[in-house]
């Protein structure tokens, strides 16, 4: 059978050149400031939702909040700058819950961080509240802000330290100091525990922090340091870069893939094909999803930067313990579930006689591999940075 390699080709994202509010144009800032501080004061200065703080006694290091003002009008000007997304033809966002599918933006091949709080690590929320739908109390002056938020999503472990689920907020009451989500969490809900809220206008503080407005197809972004020196990528692509369906002897070979809202490579049946060498990065599902067949493989790749697994293998013969041959070898596979913290590993092997070897693992917020399979053959990685966030993740 001859074996058919495609190689040396760069595949990358659908780029969106984005036009900045304020690049290039220092006459029309997002924010006209025409105050100024006096001795004793904070004078504040909004757009939309979005608040900044200068004054006297500031410093402009600082983020511009009340509590850490600017110094001076200065380094408060043009911090975040807009985009209109509909000007330039980019209309389908994705919906803001369904983070695998929606719109993500890059800055120099990084992704940047959907705006929200705490910035880093997860906060403290309080009891539940009784009635028709799940409640719970905020113990943080913060949660202040969110009265008039829209399309707010939190992502906490509601109930247990090994599950995590992101579910969309309906209403802030200020007054009673009371969040209410959208649906109970599958694992059930005790007070007490941890969360994190984002897709926040109003909690962009820190450069590379950014919000959408997708009914006026608004982007905002407080840019990083070195912005922008390689461009601004937004994820268009609703599809893999690669899907291969009962197909043999195929070769990708050395490709450089990003920013889809999908799997980057889908392989389903077929045997031995190969993905090798490749360049897999800031996609917002898995880098590759092997699904059946027989000695389809993924060797030597860069898998970094993804919304779920690295790679998932599964396939053979449960029933009758065929093997199936489907292996990851040799690669480096490295911040991936970025979405979901809990039981996306880098590696996930079903099956039966599928294989895990010689793979370098680390920063991974829970799992490193994970098997639900018979027969399985996994060369532990070299243990590095392995479930930070969750717990309960066996070895």
């Given at each position: 059978m001859?074996?058919t390699?495609?190689?040396a080709?760069?595949?990358?994202?659908?780029?969106?050149?984005v036009?900045v509010?304020?690049?290039g144009?220092?006459?029309?800032?997002v924010?006209?400031?025409?105050?100024?501080p006096?001795?004793?004061?904070?004078?504040?200065?909004t757009?939309d939702h979005?608040?900044?703080y200068v004054a006297?006694?500031?410093?402009?290091?600082?983020?511009?909040?009340k509590?850490?003002?600017?110094?001076?009008?200065?380094?408060?000007?043009g911090k975040?700058?807009?985009?209109n997304?509909?000007?330039?033809?980019i209309?389908?966002?994705g919906k803001?819950e369904?983070?695998?599918?929606?719109?993500?933006?890059f800055?120099?091949?990084?992704?940047?961080?959907?705006?929200?709080?705490?910035?880093?690590?997860?906060?403290a929320y309080?009891?539940?509240?009784?009635g028709?739908h799940l409640?719970?109390?905020y113990?943080?002056?913060?949660?202040?802000?969110?009265?008039?938020?829209e399309?707010?999503?939190?992502?906490?472990?509601?109930?247990v330290?090994?599950?995590?689920e992101i579910i969309?907020?309906?209403?802030?009451?200020t007054?009673?100091?009371?969040?209410?989500?959208?649906?109970?969490?599958g694992c059930g809900?005790s007070g007490?525990?941890?969360?994190y809220a984002?897709?926040?206008?109003e909690?962009i503080?820190?450069?590379?922090e950014?919000?959408?407005?997708?009914?006026?197809?608004i982007l905002y972004l407080w840019p990083?340091?070195?912005?922008?020196?390689?461009g601004?990528?937004?994820?268009l692509l609703q599809?893999p870069?690669?899907?291969?369906?009962?197909?043999s002897?195929v070769?990708i070979?050395?490709?450089?893939?990003?920013?889809?809202?999908?799997?980057?490579?889908?392989?389903?049946?077929?045997t031995?094909n190969?993905i090798?060498?490749?360049t897999i990065r800031n996609v917002s599902?898995?880098g590759?999803?092997?699904?059946g067949?027989t000695?389809?493989?993924?060797?030597?790749c860069n898998?970094?930067?993804?919304?779920l697994?690295?790679?998932?293998?599964s396939?053979?013969n449960?029933?009758?313990?065929?093997p199936?041959?489907?292996?990851?070898?040799?690669?480096?596979?490295h911040?991936?579930?970025?979405?979901?913290?809990?039981?996306q590993p880098?590696?996930q092997?079903g099956?039966?006689g599928?294989?895990?070897?010689?793979?370098?693992i680390h920063?991974?917020p829970h799992?490193a591999?994970?098997?639900?399979?018979?027969?399985?053959r996994?060369?532990?990685?070299a243990?590095?940075s392995f479930?930070?966030?969750?717990?309960d993740?066996g070895r």
């Amino acid at each position: 059978m001859k074996q058919t390699t495609i190689c040396a080709a760069l595949v990358c994202g659908i780029v969106a050149p984005v036009p900045v509010a304020g690049a290039g144009q220092p006459e029309e800032p997002v924010f006209p400031i025409r105050s100024r501080p006096v001795d004793g004061a904070a004078v504040r200065f909004t757009s939309d939702h979005t608040e900044l703080y200068v004054a006297t006694d500031g410093n402009d290091s600082a983020p511009g909040t009340k509590e850490q003002p600017f110094a001076s009008l200065e380094a408060a000007r043009g911090k975040v700058l807009q985009a209109n997304l509909k000007a330039l033809g980019i209309t389908e966002y994705g919906k803001p819950e369904d983070l695998k599918r929606s719109l993500e933006l890059f800055c120099n091949d990084k992704r940047m961080q959907l705006a929200r709080w705490p910035n880093k690590g997860f906060a403290a929320y309080g009891e539940e509240v009784e009635g028709p739908h799940l409640r719970f109390k905020y113990v943080d002056n913060r949660s202040d802000r969110w009265g008039q938020a829209e399309d707010i999503l939190v992502n906490g472990f509601w109930r247990v330290d090994w599950v995590d689920e992101i579910i969309p907020v309906t209403g802030v009451d200020t007054e009673k100091r009371e969040i209410t989500l959208e649906r109970n969490p599958g694992c059930g809900f005790s007070g007490g525990g941890r969360f994190y809220a984002f897709n926040l206008l109003e909690e962009i503080d820190v450069p590379g922090e950014w919000y959408l407005d997708g009914e006026r197809g608004i982007l905002y972004l407080w840019p990083p340091d070195d912005f922008p020196s390689r461009g601004v990528l937004v994820s268009l692509l609703q599809s893999p870069f690669v899907s291969m369906e009962q197909t043999s002897f195929v070769t990708i070979r050395g490709l450089a893939m990003q920013a889809a809202r999908a799997t980057a490579v889908d392989v389903a049946g077929g045997t031995h094909n190969l993905i090798a060498g490749c360049t897999i990065r800031n996609v917002s599902s898995s880098g590759v999803d092997i699904d059946g067949g027989t000695g389809n493989g993924v060797l030597g790749c860069n898998i970094h930067d993804v919304g779920l697994e690295g790679v998932e293998l599964s396939g053979g013969n449960r029933s009758r313990l065929i093997p199936a041959g489907n292996y990851v070898e040799n690669c480096h596979i490295h911040h991936f579930a970025r979405h979901k913290k809990t039981s996306q590993p880098a590696v996930q092997i079903g099956g039966v006689g599928n294989r895990a070897a010689h793979n370098l693992i680390h920063d991974a917020p829970h799992q490193a591999i994970s098997k639900i399979t018979w027969t399985p053959r996994v060369s532990l990685p070299a243990e590095s940075s392995f479930w930070p966030t969750g717990c309960d993740v066996g070895r």
